[in-house]
DNA sequence: TGATAATCGAGACGGTACGTCCTGTCTTTCA
DNA sequence: TGAAAGACAGGACGTACCGTCTCGATTATCA
């Protein structure tokens, strides 16, 4: 178990300090106005703790996002075999985060571009991880709740991408959107499916 | 009629030389490590030239955009009358542009974070403009071959988010997924509707 | 006589407005935070007014000292006959002047360090020109009154130096300490003199 | 005893690159033409640790004064007890070196101008500094070689002022006006003092 | 009296340097 | 020996001026 390592241990306080500032900063300021420096000073830390244990910045917010320090809800769909209410339900949910959180999540997105897995951790914290989302939309593809040829990932992509491009494009966010965007995405566009 | 307009006039050279270094430092460096001083180096203009005309460097990138240095392609759906078959066409070839043009993309989304404007040009290069992809499915609307209550806003962005979501997640994109999509989107993930 | 000259003439509204504006600026900001561009809009005039009639800021300072914008007393050693009176009543003139004028004072001798036409219409302006002072001193030294093999080249230059000693080095002004001066001057610091 | 410091210390290295760039800058250069960032370019220094120590440029060229990185050499007036011939003797080696360093000297002014440090340090360089030639004045006031009331200090500004004023005002300078000069001073202007 | 030529205010242009901020690395001291 | 403090080389920022140029309007002279 021991493996020779000697010295000081990784302070679990000056990470946590890190997390704690990071995520009050990028609340107030903003993404992209956060800087190593602001974060270190904030958090009481030398920079080259910071640089010690994450290799950058938005390294260090994607860690923020696994610990929940930045959107500490949790946005799952439910399985109460009701497939189009459960998705409403949900992304209700979460759109109504968003549209209370708009800027924060306009800051997140940046940091998405620079760092893929912040993407990652910010789909998984929306409830749109392969884990989550798409276990509920292949329970119900098992179900017989989607036609066969139907792709998952299509469909999550189309309701996630949805919100990304609102917060992208500035197009307003209303939480009472999500029944008719489900309604869409289940049943179509089309007025006559062939059957 | 003349409103005592007086001095030198705006340098169309300076202009063009500016946007034209723009998109070519873009391609090859990426939005993030393109800087004003470089722009300015590139173009062999002064870089007051630049912020005497430019709020910020993605202002420019927006109208690099706009004049179509960065995407000269334009990609509109064709009305056949066949609503899938013009958007599957259409999307195939904007998936195909995109996949080819990955990395561009990329740093382009990085700039519509910084820049509201930068993301509406993006969204128009790509045919989504409310003037030519929504017009396309008002027609289509209004002949009958939507569902009455389908939001037009919310069918442009579900297609459009996705490509976004691909983009930023890393997802894979192929343009073969375009006859998928745009089936899933007109016909719906359940495999019954009710009448 | 007419050499063919044709076009408008120069304008002495603009002349006269770049001078009043140098002058004021000079006064309120000190030399080297006057710039032309400052000067242009101080005198409501365009920059290539400047330009055309001076080849640099300093050069207009020397025209300003010339036409008395900046130091409109002028200082002039008397001739009563009386050499040490002369000089004393003429130094502390200028020294109080001066003293009160440190500032001014100091602002041009960096003026004159960049061009040395300042210095020369500044030398004037407090009196030591050749033209005035030594002209004073070449009467007394006609008259016997100043030593076989005294330089009055040399006699100014210790004047002057001193007063310039005291602005750059930052000692105090008092015009008290200009007969006292003249005095060591005159009859030199050692108390016998070989005769 | 200890008082707290942390953190890395003053680099020595960075301190003398930016001194001896400074030095050999303002002798290729002028004072005028020298920039921060040519120091720092020079020097193979960060413009930040300029900054760090010294307020703007001409702060810098007064430590470089005050190593001896522009003028190596002192000049010291002896004390061999025989007045003139002391002050004569230094006053010819210091104009020897101001006449052949004119254009240094020139520069140290303008650099005097913007700093009186830079002022004070040139002074003690040329020797007439309070600890050093008033100081010998003092020595022969005290052996009556001095008049009573006379001021050591007016005494030091003529002398001092007199190469000053030769300095700007772009008199020639050469070092056999010592011997006359401080006759001047010592002996007076006028053929007879009253005992 | 119209063409020519010079001036004027205005202001855009290519540049240079400013002083500040931040990056990522390295060094020193403390606990 | 890990962590704070902080100095370091470097690079970009956005601003201020430089000295030149171009523009349209306004004089003045000459043909």
Redesign the pocket.
């Known amino acids: 178990m021991s493996e020779g390592r000697?010295?000081?241990?990784?302070?679990e306080?000056?990470r946590t300090?890190i997390l704690t500032a990071t995520s009050s900063l990028i609340e107030r300021l903003g993404y992209d106005?956060v800087?190593?420096?602001?974060i270190a000073s904030e958090a009481?830390?030398?920079?080259?703790?910071i640089?010690?244990w994450w290799p950058?910045?938005s390294a260090v917010v994607a860690e923020c996002l696994l610990e929940g320090a930045l959107i500490p809800e949790t946005f799952e769909p439910q399985d109460t075999g009701d497939l189009a209410a459960d998705l409403s339900e949900w992304l209700e949910r979460a759109l109504g985060f968003v549209s209370t959180h708009h800027s924060l999540l306009h800051s997140l997105i940046g940091a998405a571009v620079e760092n893929e897995e912040v993407g990652q951790r910010l789909y998984e914290r929306l409830g749109a991880s392969p884990e989550v989302l798409a276990e509920r939309l292949r329970v119900a593809q098992a179900a017989g709740q989607l036609r066969a040829g139907v792709s998952v990932e299509q469909l999550v992509d189309a309701i996630v991408g949805m919100l990304i491009a609102r917060l992208l494009f500035g197009a307003p966010i209303r939480s009472d959107d999500a029944h008719g965007f489900i309604d869409l995405i289940l049943h179509g566009a089309t007025p006559n499916r062939p059957q």
Chains 1, 2, 3, 4 share one sequence.
């Open positions: 000697r010295g000081a241990v990784r302070s306080a000056a300090a106005r800087t190593i420096e602001g009481g830390v030398g920079k080259q703790t640089y010690r950058s910045k």
